[in-house]
């Protein structure tokens, strides 16, 4: 018979501790009790018998405590890349409150498994929900960015293409989806995308002409660029901030001295906010000296914050670069060009 002393315990990392103490938790969240933090993180990749507990849980609860664990999951996935709650939110994407179907799709926003993709796909048209239809969009469109550095098969891409224009091309289909799938879709780097977001930026209703803006910029195309700047002009404030959106996106050298004036001489507050934003997404030189002198002048709450964002954004890219990541040159060592 072995002797064990208490520091001579066989630790065992497969003993059934992290059951009971998501069970735990599961009794918490039913009972209404504060969710911490931490104790969510047990029902990160849930086992299938925690989740069967979960699926019988969840008609329990509330649509406000639905909404609650659900946001509360995104936050701790934000802040903890290696959680995967995926599972949660799929379970939720036919609850029948329409705030807790959105963000079960908010959830699965940075997912790119091909059958998550084949779930949302369906709900672009099923959902009774327009602004649930407008997040699973938004959520479709990193399938599209994941489609762009190959990250998604050939024939599932093809089902993400052509189910995303037929949403376009239904005319019974409210614009504000429309658009939002046209903003998505406009990631693709194909010459059908282009046409397709020319002919809805020449013919279509006043939000699809924006969607076509937007999707301008996701576009990454430099083509884009001139038509952006004329819309600096434009009379519609709405149009001038997603026009300078846009051309932040394309990350063009060309684009900061216009921005520049936008953000100057514009008197609207959106406006003159998207044209410092679009400034720190280029993040060149030219663009960091300026947004640098601006924050060290006197400006206006809504300028502040948008500087501080921008040059947040700055120095994330500059990070990147420094580390390999970017593909931009490394201007670290040196004196930027005047």
Not at 142 to 170: K, N, P, S, W
Request: no cysteine; aromatic share 4%.
């Amino acid at each position: 018979m072995t002797n064990l002393h208490d520091d001579d315990e066989p630790e065992d990392d497969d003993e059934p501790v992290a059951l009971p103490a998501a069970g735990t938790v599961l009794d918490e969240i039913e009972r209404g009790m504060p969710l911490l933090p931490g104790q969510l993180h047990v029902l990160s990749e849930p086992s299938p018998d925690l989740l069967l507990r979960i699926l019988r849980m969840w008609p329990k609860l509330t649509p406000e405590r639905r909404r609650d664990v659900l946001a509360a999951l995104e936050h701790e996935a934000a802040e903890h890349s290696v959680l995967d709650f995926h599972r949660i939110y799929l379970s939720a994407l036919r609850d029948s409150d329409t705030a807790t179907r959105i963000l079960a799709v908010r959830g699965l926003f940075e997912e790119d498994r091909p059958e998550i993709m084949r779930l949302l796909l369906p709900m672009l048209a099923d959902d009774d929900s327009t602004d649930v239809r407008i997040e699973v969009a938004r959520t479709l469109g990193q399938f599209i960015l994941a489609m762009e550095f190959g990250l998604v098969a050939e024939d599932d891409a093809e089902t993400l293409i052509a189910g995303l224009r037929d949403v376009i091309d239904d005319v019974e289909q409210v614009d504000e989806v429309r658009g939002a799938v046209l903003v998505a879709l406009g990631a693709a780097s194909d010459e059908a995308t282009a046409e397709l977001i020319s002919e809805q930026y020449e013919t279509g209703s006043g939000t699809m002409k924006i969607a076509a803006l937007k999707a301008m910029g996701r576009n990454a195309s430099d083509g884009w660029l001139d038509l952006l700047i004329y819309h600096f002009d434009d009379e519609d404030p709405e149009v001038r901030a997603t026009a300078a959106e846009a051309a932040g996106l394309l990350l063009l050298d060309e684009a900061v001295s216009p921005l520049v004036m936008l953000a100057t001489e514009d008197k609207d507050n959106d406006v003159q906010v998207a044209a410092i934003k679009a400034l720190g997404e280029i993040a060149s030189d030219e663009a960091e000296r300026i947004l640098n002198r601006w924050q060290r002048e006197r400006h206006e709450p809504h300028v502040r914050e948008a500087l501080r964002e921008a040059l947040g954004s700055v120095h994330l890219i500059t990070q990147e670069m420094r580390h390999g990541q970017g593909g931009r040159p490394d201007f670290a060592d040196e004196d930027p060009p005047l």
